[in-house]
């Protein structure tokens, strides 16, 4: 006979079965069983065992908890699929709740870390950042070279401005996967924000070596190429990738900002003129315009750009000093 009760398991490692029906078959179980002579005369004298229905009672408990092993491994099974389903219906308190209660219940389960795993990325849902952390870290002390884990912990280790943990994470990563996109391309910015610009070279250069057309390494080499005072090279990659993307406001932005840099005033204003025709709500193009007006002396028409600005949310703590110059 096959049964499904529930089970939950106490703080002294024994599981409690909710389903009455277990135990009155034992009692049923307990009446037909039958002692051998010889087990009876070889137990008995041993085991302060008085009556042959007291022993009875002892193998009814021993068939009881054998029957209770497939039971437990079903209920964790169970609860692994049910936290699931919360997950898919975006109930994660819930699935957070249920990946813990599966992870009580068979500590040593293989599967753990892959319920670790689902545990952080639940927790990282709900803003949970630093439990979520421990969750991947969890699930990398069973596997240490999972390679999705160690992006996401990398990813909220950069969230969390853990710069170096973050490093390591992604350099492990690319040991493993030397060709992974997201880790080098996480990398380079991490070697860029130290000034390392040969080694944020090396791994823009790989993806671009994959993706030729990859926008955030094409930008990467372009920024190296200003700094390293390539300028010519630089505006050249530029112009390229705005003729890849002429609806993309953060290319158009970047290449008005470099024009600017470059004494191409009136190329950035055009630049900025076709950011806003895109999304007329960009209230940095509006600073960035009143700045040029400002730098030719343009007073009426800064004065204009910053007033727009401050009407889209710019505050005009930001804007003060520079209103003082519009006079």
Not at 43 to 52: E, N
Not at 87 to 95: N, P, T
Not at 110 to 118: E, G, H, I, M, V
Not at 262 to 286: I, N, T, W
């Amino acid at each position: 006979m096959l049964y499904s009760p529930e089970a939950s398991a106490g703080k002294n490692g024994f599981f409690y079965f909710h389903d009455n029906r277990l135990f009155n078959d034992c009692s049923n179980l307990q009446k037909n069983i039958v002692i051998p002579p010889e087990l009876e005369e070889e137990i008995l004298p041993s085991s302060q065992i008085q009556t042959k229905e007291e022993m009875k009672y002892i193998v009814c408990i021993l068939c009881v908890w054998v029957l209770s092993l497939p039971l437990q491994a079903q209920s964790y099974n169970d609860v692994v699929e049910q936290a699931m389903d919360c997950v898919k219906k975006d109930s994660l308190v819930q699935a957070e709740r249920l990946f813990r209660q599966a992870l009580k219940m068979e500590p040593d389960n293989a599967r753990n870390a892959l319920l670790f795993s689902n545990l952080g990325t639940v927790q990282k849902r709900m803003g949970k950042t630093d439990e979520a952390i421990e969750s991947y870290t969890l699930a990398l002390n069973i596997i240490p070279y999972s390679t999705t884990m160690l992006l996401n912990r990398a990813a909220l280790y950069l969230e969390k401005d853990l710069i170096q943990k973050a490093y390591l994470d992604y350099c492990n990563v690319i040991d493993l996967l030397p060709k992974n996109l997201e880790a080098r391309l996480f990398r380079a910015y991490i070697y860029m924000q130290r000034r390392e610009y040969k080694e944020a070279r090396v791994d823009y250069n790989v993806v671009l070596e994959q993706d030729v057309k990859n926008k955030t390494a094409r930008i990467g080499i372009i920024m190296l190429d200003e700094k390293e005072g390539r300028h010519q090279s630089a505006m050249d990659a530029m112009n390229l990738l705005v003729s890849d993307y002429p609806r993309d406001v953060s290319v158009l932005r970047m290449r008005a900002n470099m024009e600017w840099e470059h004494g191409q005033a009136e190329a950035a204003l055009f630049d900025l003129d076709e950011v806003l025709k895109l999304d007329s709500r960009d209230a940095s193009c509006y600073v960035m315009k009143g700045d040029i007006y400002l730098q030719q002396k343009r007073k009426a028409e800064a004065r204009e750009a910053y007033e727009k600005a401050l009407e889209l949310g710019v505050s005009r703590a930001e804007l003060a000093e520079k209103l003082k110059q519009c006079k």
